[in-house]
T-cell receptor, first 112, second 113 residues
């Protein structure tokens, strides 16, 4: 089976812009989670989707949003980018039971 | 809420020597436990997991971990490391009734010849 794929792999944006990141889960996996990784804060949970419904959300401002499509692919959007949003954004997928998450290679976002 | 503490931020080790990475967690309810590895400029790769059953779990690349419920620990070990084991290692937990992983701060392992 193909693994979790994320596009794009690298992005450079400027403050105030918005960005959309994409994640395709492992075939058959219906749960997709997003994490932010920074040197200062480490790995932090953003949100999780299952069957197009957000089931859990981390402590991030409303500028961070996501969605999931009927084919389980997911996107996350960050509006009004700030310098502090520079990070590696990781997507993970899992299938019931939901305890084991498999990660994609990540999208590295640099905000200038 | 649960939390994860990785007791060592950096572990230097010589090739073919053993290594142990320590992880403690706190949670008021049952958890599942994981170790992930991250190589430079890559995502996280699952090394091993504890869901239930035997407290000694074996993973990929010769790694193993032991779940100790009384000490709330899940230490990772490898009897003989290779240069290719140089990476960052993350301990993570998830509540059995939840969907989000909580990660430790990570341990950087540097293997020297």
């Amino acid at each position: 089976k193909a693994g979790v794929t994320q596009t794009p792999r690298y992005l450079i944006k400027t403050r105030g812009q918005q960005v959309t990141l994409s994640c395709s889960p492992i075939s058959g996996h219906r749960s997709v989670s997003w994490y932010q990784q920074t040197p200062g804060q480490g790995l932090q949970f953003l949100f999780e989707y299952f069957s197009e419904t957000q089931r859990n959300k981390g402590n991030f401002p409303g500028r961070f949003s996501g969605r999931q499509f009927s084919n389980s692919r997911s996107e996350m959007n960050v509006s009004t980018l700030e310098l502090g949003d520079s990070a590696l954004y990781l997507c993970a997928s899992s299938s019931p039971p939901q305890e084991t998450q498999y990660f994609g290679p990540g999208t590295r976002l640099l905000v200038l | 809420a649960q939390s994860v503490t990785q007791l060592d931020s950096q572990v230097p080790v010589f090739e073919e020597a053993p290594v142990e990475l320590r992880c403690n967690y706190s949670s008021s309810v049952s958890v599942y436990l994981f170790w992930y590895v991250q190589y430079p400029n890559q995502g996280l790769q699952l090394l091993l997991k504890y869901l239930s059953g035997s407290t000694l779990v074996k993973g990929i690349n010769g790694f193993e971990a032991e779940f100790n419920k009384s000490q709330t620990s899940f230490h990772l070990r490898k009897p003989s490391v290779h240069i290719s084991d140089t990476a960052e290692y993350f301990c993570a937990v998830i509540l059995t009734n939840d969907y989000k992983l909580s990660f430790g701060a990570g341990t950087t392992v540097t293997v020297r010849a």
